[in-house]
């Protein structure tokens, strides 16, 4: 069903601009995805901004065509909030933008004040399945649904949205995250560049590393996956001896969770098992030396993106039976033993990912290989990074009566 325009909303200009606005562009999906789709309106002839802190990515904006305006998106005090949101309808009116599209919540509360000042259309993309145990944190939260069309990343997502503020199907647009399986391929990873992080993590060339790709915070999981190691080497030495487990990812700032995990590494005698290896920046290379990944996330993950990711470098995956996951990963006792990319196990259930782990341990080159195709062709036909992208400008379009998305298609048809 064709969304219509709201009324205070004007059509395009000649050339859509843009304005993308996150706190900040260091780690993560929504990040990543902030990149991309800067790329992708350039690509289909349009003009793309983005407001942000800065961080590791965000050199990456203008390398894609982007322009980067340095502003204190992160903040969430409501005085700076207020001060955000002039200072952005003042963006919004000198440099013509046609569009404003917030990723997270502070800065979209200042993004929506501004658009409707300024009569541009909003968009939101709601990214996480946000705790709401209080009734003034469902109201900071809710300003994602306030788009005039609300992108959610997944069936899970626009479930929870729907259900927590009663946002209407018909403004609800799901848009699954991509990967770009041009950059995700493990034909194009030199054997070098994949032994240089085992090297760099202390690993020896014939383990079976098994890779947990997740910021370190509590619910991403963490403490089961050691959990799972000290039980696969107490119920499986051998399968045990043959593994290497990697947990990848950033603390920011949470010194005292990593210190936590290094402690109960050694508590469960897995010091030389268990590898904390903090930021990786080749997670290509890193899945591609990869024998299996894991999620193991004890809350609901609206997309998550290390499934995906995983899965194209044809590394089967592991995840947790909770939020968009499901979506994403196909099991035998769901889509067949002919279909399978990987398992499902229940939320913080240690016993069960081991069982998992030990699994996929025990396949043989041929099997994992066969699972690992499957899995990389599960992911391109239906979570691209070209999908993802037609799919947010079709969102643009139909608010900016603009034809993005097919001039993206254009510009990057594979002849």
């Given at each position: 069903m064709a969304h219509e325009r709201p009324a205070s909303v004007r059509p395009?200009?000649?050339?859509?601009?843009?304005?993308?606005?996150?706190?900040?562009?260091?780690?993560?999906?929504?990040?990543?995805?902030?990149?991309?789709?800067?790329?992708?309106?350039?690509?289909?002839?349009g003009r793309a901004i983005v407001l942000t802190e800065g961080g590791r990515m965000a050199a990456d904006v203008t390398r894609v065509g982007g322009e980067l305006v340095v502003f204190p998106a992160a903040a969430k005090n409501p005085l700076r909030l207020w001060a955000n949101a002039r200072a952005i309808a003042g963006i919004v009116l000198r440099e013509g933008v046609d569009l404003v599209h917030a990723r997270s919540r502070a800065p979209a509360?200042?993004?929506?004040?501004?658009?409707?000042?300024?009569?541009?259309?909003?968009v939101t993309t709601y990214h996480g399945a946000y705790s709401e145990k209080l009734a003034i944190k469902k109201l900071y939260n809710s300003v994602m649904a306030r788009g005039d069309l609300v992108i959610a990343n997944s069936n899970y997502t626009a479930d929870l949205v729907h259900g927590r503020y009663g946002t209407p199907r018909e403004r609800l647009r799901v848009v699954h995250r991509g990967v770009d399986a041009s950059v995700f391929d493990p034909a194009a990873i030199p054997e070098e560049r994949a032994a240089s992080?085992?090297?760099?993590?202390?690993?020896?060339?014939?383990?079976?590393?098994?890779?947990?790709?997740?910021?370190?915070?509590?619910?991403?999981?963490?403490?089961?996956?050691?959990?799972?190691?000290?039980?696969?080497?107490?119920?499986?030495?051998?399968?045990?001896?043959?593994a290497a487990f990697v947990l990848a990812g950033d603390a920011q700032g949470r010194d005292e969770y990593r210190a936590g995990l290094a402690a109960a590494?050694?508590?469960?005698?897995?010091?030389?098992?268990?590898?904390?290896?903090?930021?990786?920046?080749?997670?290509?290379?890193?899945?591609?030396?990869?024998?299996?990944?894991?999620?193991?996330?004890?809350?609901?993950?609206?997309?998550?993106?290390?499934?995906?990711?995983?899965?194209?470098?044809?590394?089967?995956?592991?995840?947790?039976?909770?939020?968009?996951?499901?979506?994403?990963?196909?099991?035998?006792?769901?889509?067949?033993?002919?279909?399978?990319?990987?398992?499902?196990?229940?939320?913080?259930d240690p016993a069960a990912l081991a069982r998992a782990i030990a699994a996929g341990l025990a396949l043989d080159d041929t099997a994992r290989a066969e699972i690992g195709g499957r899995a990389r062709r599960h992911v391109i036909e239906r979570f691209s990074l070209r999908q993802m992208c037609e799919r947010t400008l079709t969102v643009y379009d139909e608010l900016l009566e603009t034809e993005l998305a097919a001039a993206y298609s254009a510009a990057t048809r594979v002849s």
């Open positions: 395009a200009s000649k050339r859509p601009t843009i304005l993308q606005i996150i706190p900040e562009l260091d780690t993560g999906g929504a990040e990543r995805t902030t990149v991309e789709i800067a790329e992708a309106i350039v690509k289909a002839g509360w200042s993004a929506l004040a501004a658009a409707r000042r300024t009569g541009r259309a909003f992080l085992r090297t760099a993590w202390g690993i020896a060339p014939g383990k079976r590393i098994v890779l947990h790709a997740a910021r370190l915070t509590g619910w991403k999981g963490q403490r089961v996956v050691i959990e799972a190691a000290r039980l696969l080497a107490r119920d499986n030495a051998t399968l045990a001896r043959e590494i050694e508590e469960a005698g897995l010091a030389g098992s268990v590898h904390l290896v903090g930021h990786v920046s080749d997670i290509p290379a890193a899945f591609a030396t990869a024998w299996i990944g894991v999620v193991a996330s004890t809350e609901p993950e609206a997309f998550g993106r290390a499934a995906t990711e995983s899965q194209v470098m044809g590394c089967p995956v592991i995840a947790t039976d909770i939020g968009a996951p499901p979506e994403t990963v196909l099991t035998a006792e769901r889509a067949g033993a002919g279909a399978m990319t990987g398992w499902l196990v229940p939320p913080g």
